[in-house]
């Protein structure tokens, strides 16, 4: 089963991976390049020499690293975007959309969203923060100067 698996290395070169500029290690990209193509853990383990609890545990770290370089460039988008906007617990996500357009508008970045459709992104983004129309715990809304929407929410500082 083993001699199935593809060379990892071409699929690495083939996407580009630079372990020097990676938050992965070598092994954690090799370990999800073939888990993302289907591969089981117990033939890459049989392919890399190890064990299937190794390569589970390789694969648990490196899906917690991207999810974490995932966070981290979202923050830095949050940070660097022009328009940021925060909206507080209890507020109406009907008075959300002019909000976010008048901040935009002081900057001049245009969003390219109707007010249903902003406010379908922040309720998709803010999942479990928005119940119905009420805002429930505070957001950041940032825009970038391409009109990006994002959203998080903020943490409570008491």
């Known amino acids: 089963m083993a001699d199935e698996l593809p060379d990892v290395d071409d699929i690495l070169d083939e996407t580009g991976f630079a372990?020097?500029?990676?938050?992965?290690?070598?092994?954690?990209?090799?370990?999800?390049?073939l888990r993302e193509r289907g591969y089981a853990q117990a033939a890459i383990a049989e392919r890399l020499g190890t064990s299937r609890a190794n390569i589970s545990s390789v694969e648990?770290?490196?899906r917690d690293n991207v999810a974490k370089?995932?966070?981290?460039?979202?923050?830095?988008?949050?940070?660097?975007?022009?328009?940021?906007?925060?909206?507080e617990a209890g507020a109406d996500l009907y008075d959300v959309p002019q909000q976010v357009y008048d901040a935009c508008d002081e900057v001049d970045v245009k969003v390219p969203h109707t007010a249903?459709?902003?406010?379908?992104?922040?309720?998709?983004?803010?999942?479990?923060?928005?119940d119905?129309?009420?805002?429930?715990?505070?957001?950041?809304?940032?825009?970038?100067?391409?009109?990006?929407?994002?959203?998080?929410?903020?943490?409570?500082?008491?």
């Open 19 to 33: 372990a020097a500029e990676s938050v992965l290690t070598r092994r954690q990209a090799e370990v999800l390049a």
């Open 60 to 62: 648990s770290t490196a």
């Open 69 to 87: 370089a995932r966070e981290t460039v979202a923050f830095a988008d949050a940070l660097a975007a022009p328009v940021r906007v925060t909206v």
């Open 116 to 130: 249903p459709d902003l406010m379908k992104v922040i309720n998709d983004a803010a999942g479990s923060a928005i």
């Open 132 to 158: 119905g129309r009420e805002v429930g715990e505070n957001l950041l809304i940032s825009v970038t100067t391409d009109g990006t929407v994002q959203v998080r929410r903020q943490k409570d500082t008491d």
